[in-house]
């Protein structure tokens, strides 16, 4: 796949509408993708949206591009604190717990790792220096030893979110990181240290940083100020993207982020998935309840981005049984030996199934168009398959296409399994020919040699199949 000859649309939260994508520098995507809060085990919701990241990543290497991607990790925060301090332990000895879960966990999802996870409290000297910057460029003020953002100054303030900022009270501020859209206000970029909180001495005074101001400071440390695409889930895109935008324009007077894509939730009974509701299962729940981890990936990947996508055990069992009949798809052609030949029609078939399913998510990540094109294939083949029409070389191009779709899809088992090499292969075809002509003693010497390199064959109404012996 080239990326010269392909558009490439994203639906683009800042303008609301489906744009074309082009990177600000040719063949290379900057993305940053707000990380976990590192207060818990994150919740199976919380992994939608990071494999959404990863399907869109995927996708763009797919796609040929190179890509530069950054996720943070907020490793202090209100909440962060909040569950140190109920322990009684320090903030790095609670979250290493959690950090070291959560890189556990994108493993078993096979979620592909950022080039780089920078830690907030890592850099609380890039915060400082924005925040400074802010105050002196007089976006920012401080009030009773903390410093907050005024979001008059920026006029474009609410852009993101589609806030109409008429009716807001100048100068009313909110201290708590997370709040909703109607109490929209100035919002903390430092807050002054409290009695009993962690808090680090700096040219602001001491305290902590605000949530938002992370985000911006890590961005522009890795990645410049600006870039291509910063994603997250739909709670994300207010106040805290909002936010970053404000902070990061403020501070560098040009355009923070091109592309804003953000998933929408993973729902129980209709409301988000989330740690407050208490609706949530973690994945350390469902692996315990014996679930294949890579199945809840197909799960998670299988609904657009931006459709809502409601859980439950029910759905996780379709998934699961659609994922099974790609697995037996690919077994099939894995194990089962074919005559010599290669016929267009069926390199026409293959092409065509890549076509539908590279444009598909190229139209904004349309996945559930491309897994029908998918399907629609293995259909096609399966029906030829069960007639005994498929040949040597038809087998393995429909095997190696699968095989290039799943750099996106990511659930095809572990290759545990090498090929069998061409000698091999041509002794299976030699018995082939003796059963033919009836030499029978042969075909069976044949079976008997191969037996004694560890692999059995195995003569079903459609042909030979062959294992390796464990
Ligand atoms: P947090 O650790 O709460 O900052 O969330 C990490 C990421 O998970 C953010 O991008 C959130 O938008 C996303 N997220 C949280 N809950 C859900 C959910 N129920 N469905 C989809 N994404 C979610
Ligand atoms: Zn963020």
Not at 29 to 41: A, E, F, K, M, Q
Not at 221 to 227: A, F, K, M, V
Not at 369 to 385: C, M, P, T
């Amino acid at each position: 796949m080239d990326i010269i000859d392909r558009m490439i649309r994203f639906f683009n939260t800042l303008s609301g509408t489906l744009e074309e994508f082009k990177p600000l520098r040719e063949g290379e995507v900057r993305l940053y993708t707000c990380g976990p809060t590192v207060y818990d085990y994150p919740h199976i919701g919380n992994y939608r949206a990071y494999i959404f990241e990863d399907l869109l990543k995927r996708f763009l290497l797919l796609a040929g591009f190179k890509v530069i991607h950054v996720m943070n990790i907020t490793d202090v925060d209100d909440k962060t604190i909040k569950g140190a301090a109920r322990l009684g332990l320090s903030l790095q000895d609670y979250t290493a717990k959690y950090i070291e879960a959560f890189f556990e966990d994108i493993k078993t999802l096979r979620i592909l790792p950022a080039d780089l996870y920078p830690r907030a409290t890592e850099h609380i000297p890039d915060m400082v220096k924005m925040v400074k910057g802010l105050l002196a460029r007089g976006f920012a003020y401080y009030k009773e030893g903390s410093v907050y953002f005024s979001i008059e100054k920026f006029p474009a303030y609410g852009r993101l979110a589609k806030i109409n900022l008429e009716e807001l009270k100048a100068g009313a501020r909110v201290d708590s990181d997370e709040y909703e859209k109607e109490s929209v206000h100035d919002f903390a970029l430092w807050k002054k240290a409290k009695e009993g909180e962690p808090f680090w001495e700096t040219e602001l005074g001491a305290g902590r940083p605000g949530w938002h101001i992370e985000c911006s400071a890590m961005s522009s440390r890795y990645l410049g100020p600006s870039l291509d695409i910063h994603c997250g889930g739909i709670d994300n895109i207010f106040p805290h993207h909002e936010n970053e935008i404000a902070q990061s324009e403020a501070f560098y007077g040009q355009k923070f982020v091109n592309y804003w894509l953000h998933c929408h939730h993973l729902v129980v009974d209709g409301e988000k998935m989330s740690k407050s509701r208490g609706n949530f299962y973690t994945l350390r729940d469902l692996l315990a309840r014996g679930l294949d981890p890579v199945d809840l990936r197909f799960f998670l990947l299988s609904t657009h981005y931006r459709k809502m996508l409601n859980f439950t055990f029910d759905s996780l069992e379709q998934a699961r049984a659609s994922r099974q009949r790609i697995l037996d798809f690919v077994y099939e052609l894995e194990h089962r030996t074919f005559p010599p030949g290669d016929q267009p029609e069926i390199s026409e078939l293959t092409e065509k199934m890549l076509e539908d399913f590279k444009n598909s998510l190229a139209d904004d990540l349309n996945i559930s168009a491309a897994l029908a094109a998918l399907f629609e294939f293995i259909r096609e083949i399966n029906s030829r398959l069960s007639r005994d029409l498929i040949k040597q070389a038809d087998g393995a191009r429909i095997l190696a296409a699968v095989q290039e779709l799943d750099r996106v899809l990511a659930i095809l088992p572990e290759k545990e399994e090498q090929p069998l090499p061409p000698e091999i292969l041509s002794r299976i075809e030699a018995r082939q020919k003796a059963r033919k002509e009836k030499n029978f003693a042969l075909a069976d010497a044949i079976r008997e040699e191969l037996r004694q390199l560890g692999i059995i064959l195995e003569d079903t109404k459609e042909g030979v199949r062959w294992k390796r012996i464990k």
